[in-house]
Nanobody, 127 residues
Framework: HVQLVESGGGSVQAGGSLRLSCAAS????????MAWFRQAPGKEREGVAA????????YYADSVKGRFTISRDNTKNTLYLQMNSLAPEDTAMYYC?????????????????????WGQGTQVTVS
């Protein structure tokens, strides 16, 4: 069965960096678009970044462009999110997600449409 396990969260001061990882199992990564979402207390879950199965194309929310970088290593079945220049508004639970699609179309709406596979999340706190 599909399993996504996030790690790498923690507490960091504003301006700092963190690297999140998502270990995936139970599906062939070469056929799945993968993405990071986040949810702050009292707010809706929002898409942060997505990456096509081959890693050739990436997509970002405007709020993280230029600061966050999504990448994947299909040989290790692992998804990454490098987060630089962190700000307090980046504080949230970060979730890894995967969906059987090559083009990552409408990836930011996966949660709202209740589609895809999801991890349990890792907390990021920026002070």
């Amino acid at each position: 069965h599909v399993q996504l396990v996030e790690s790498g969260g923690g507490s960091v001061q504003a301006g700092g960096s963190l690297r999140l990882s998502c270990a995936a199992s139970g599906f062939p990564p070469s056929r799945y678009c993968m993405a990071w979402f986040r949810q702050a207390p009292g707010k809706e879950r929002e898409g942060v970044a997505a990456i096509r199965p081959g890693g050739g194309s990436t997509y970002y929310a405007d709020s993280v462009k230029g600061r966050f970088t999504i990448s994947r290593d299909n040989t290790k079945n692992t998804l990454y999110l490098q987060m630089n220049s962190l700000a307090p508004e980046d504080t949230a639970m970060y979730y890894c997600a995967a969906r059987l699609t090559i083009l990552c179309v409408d990836w930011s709406s996966w949660y709202r449409r209740n589609v895809g596979y999801w991890g349990q999340g890792t907390q990021v706190t920026v002070s």
